[in-house]
Structure formats: C-alpha cells, structure tokens
C-alpha cells in the first residue's frame, strides 16, 4: 500500500471526483508529453504473472502516433500512469499504478485510440540469452539485478524482503531469461516482478497476512459495492514435496512441508484429507532453501480455499499482495489481494480478487 493522507483516506467515504494522469517518456527518462488525461481504460495487476502489470487507456484521433517521434510511438514511448483522488481546491493526491511501454496503438472508427502497454519486466523476458548463460559466484539477489540490468540498463530497484543466499552455481540456461529469473526468485522463496512506480523487487507472496492496508464493506460508508465469496478445495494442498535437482549429479533432494497445525481446517489427515503436490525445480537448492519453497508453496495451496471478488470504489493506493478487511452481507473476512484492475475513467468500479490470509 502506497502511503495516503487522513483527508484522502476521508474522501474516499464520500462523493469525490476521481482523477488519472498519463505522463509519456523515453525509456532515458526524457519527457515526451505530460498531463494527458484519457477518456477511458484500465491497469491490472496480478502477482501471479511475470508481466504483473498491464494497461489500457484512449485518447483522440491527434495521438495517434505517425512515426517513431511521435510522443506515443511504441517505438519509444514509456508510460507512467497515476490514479487518486482531485480536491476542491483543485490539488490531487496521485498514486502510481504502471510504468511501461507503448506496445501497440490502434485508430478506431470511432476516432479514438487505442494503446495497449506492459510493464518493464516484459523488456527483461524479451531480451533472451543469445548464448548458454550459467550462474556465477555472488549472491542471488545481485545476479538477479544483474540479469535484469543487462536487459533494461535504465533499471531502477525498490526494497527487497526475501533474505538473500549465495547464488545456486553451475546452474545453466540455454536462452530464457524469464526462466532464469523465476528460478533464482524461488530459490529464495520470492518472486520478482515490477511495482507501479515502475522499481523492480524481489519479494515472498506466501498470503501469511500483515497490517490491515483499507477495510473494504458494503453498507452506508463502505467502499464494497458487490462481492462474490466462495470457498472451494480446488486447487489446495496440504502436503507439497519439492524435488530440487543437483548440480553434481548426485540424487535430487526432496524436502516435504504438511499443514499439522490442529486447529487448521485444512489439516494433513485431518478432515479435509490428504492432497500431496510435487514441485520439481530445476534449481540446485540447499535444504533451507527448499524447505523455504516448500513451506510457501504450502501456503499459497491452503490460501486458496477462500477467495473474494468484489467491486469496490477505487482506492488506488492498495497494492496486490496488501492485506485487507472484507466483509458482504455479513460475512467478513482477511484476505490478501491477487490482482487488481484500476479503473482509468469516471463511473467504472475498482475490481479485486484475493486469496485467504493465513497465520504466519
């Protein structure tokens, strides 16, 4: 959750005018057009993908872009879209949501344009190995950064919160850089994805839950207008084993993780059964490593015996992975935010799903 005022916290609770900004650059950071205001669109994010954010906004028929230097080209053109709240007095209080290219612009019959964007990280998955990459020695989160930089240059890097450990050696990649990313992130038990200020991080999404980021409910003063709330077993496990190959070509390690806890409803034995999921990585890990992985991956199978999807007024400084106090029709729960769409226009609701919020 981005940090938000007493007076936009108040304003969300009453009648206020919406307000989005779009401010198009160069990937060198060097201003194109600034202030634009689209007539329509949206940004998703969703945690679960390594292109976390995604956008969509139109604009008129005189953005269309002609050529390369044209402000919106998707040649050149980087984006960073705000969304918050704009007072009386005409101030706005403005949150980031994205930060990307231009990948396509459409003119339509109506005479609008159509832009699609993502998110840095699809520069980063783009950029493939032109040749067999193999780790080196260091820490991981270093070579993280490192393979990302030598993807986007430009690259800027908020706070990780995954303790970092010596980078896994000799483990080689023939040209997927993705791949690469994504298996030195689990190594650590984390995932790496770019944040809507457009910083790239590395950061654990186990759904154990933290502070409470807004209290979304439906009545006189929520913020919930609709929700639907099921609770299915789809999907959950209560036993995950990850089998993590070796670099000496000795025996694979296989490192279990149960939910025991007695008071759990999902519990190895218990009531709800035994459901076993294997995880097979390619990264060497040490045990503690793979116990980490084992242990959120546990954890994000349990998560998902309750979700949420719900419609809200828009809050745009909630972010996927905050926590948040639900409830609809008098069932109130603690969830952690999937994903996100912010809306870009007037009317449009704010969308959400989540998964359960656990215990530490």
């Not at 209290?215 to 929520?222: A, Q, T, W």
Request: with cysteine.
């Amino acid at each position: 959750m981005w940090s938000s005022t007493l007076t936009y916290q108040a304003a969300l609770r009453a009648p206020h005018r919406r307000a989005v900004r779009v401010d198009v650059y160069d990937i060198n950071g060097e201003p194109r057009a600034l202030g634009l205001r689209p007539s329509g669109g949206s940004v998703s994010a969703a945690l679960t993908n390594r292109v976390t954010r995604t956008a969509e906004f139109t604009l008129t028929r005189d953005w269309y872009p002609l050529t390369a230097d044209d402000p919106l080209s998707p040649e050149h053109a980087v984006v960073r879209i705000w969304g918050g709240i704009e007072y009386a007095t005409g101030a706005a209080e403005l949150f980031p949501l994205f930060v990307g290219r231009v990948w396509d612009a459409a003119l339509g019959a109506d005479g609008q344009v159509a832009f699609g964007c993502q998110d840095l990280a699809a520069d980063v998955v783009a950029y493939r190995f032109e040749q067999p990459r193999t780790t080196t020695t260091g820490q991981t989160l270093a070579e993280i950064r490192r393979l990302i930089r030598e993807a986007v240059p430009q690259a800027v890097f908020g706070t990780d919160t995954v303790a970092d450990a010596p980078t896994p050696l000799s483990l080689t990649w023939d040209e997927d850089r993705g791949q690469a990313l994504d298996d030195l992130a689990q190594s650590l038990g984390g995932r790496w994805y770019a944040l809507g200020d457009g910083t790239f991080v590395v950061r654990p999404f186990n759904y154990v839950t933290g502070p409470v980021a807004q209290e979304f409910r439906d009545g006189p003063g929520g913020l919930l207008t609709v929700a639907s709330v099921p609770r299915s077993r789809a999907g959950v496990s209560n036993s995950v084993v990850v089998v993590s190959e070796r670099a000496d070509g000795t025996a694979p390690i296989r490192v279990p993780a149960r939910d025991t806890a007695t008071d759990s409803p999902t519990r190895f034995g218990g009531l709800f059964g035994r459901v076993s999921e294997v995880i097979k990585v390619q990264t060497p890990l040490s045990f503690p490593q793979a116990q980490t992985l084992a242990q959120t991956q546990l954890r994000a199978g349990r998560a998902l015996t309750r979700q949420w999807d719900a419609s809200v007024v828009p809050d745009y400084s909630i972010e996927p992975g905050d926590t948040v106090s639900v409830q609809f029709m008098h069932v109130r729960d603690t969830q952690i935010i999937d994903s996100i769409t912010y809306p870009l226009d007037t009317q449009t609701p704010m969308t959400f799903a989540t998964r359960a919020g656990l215990g530490a």
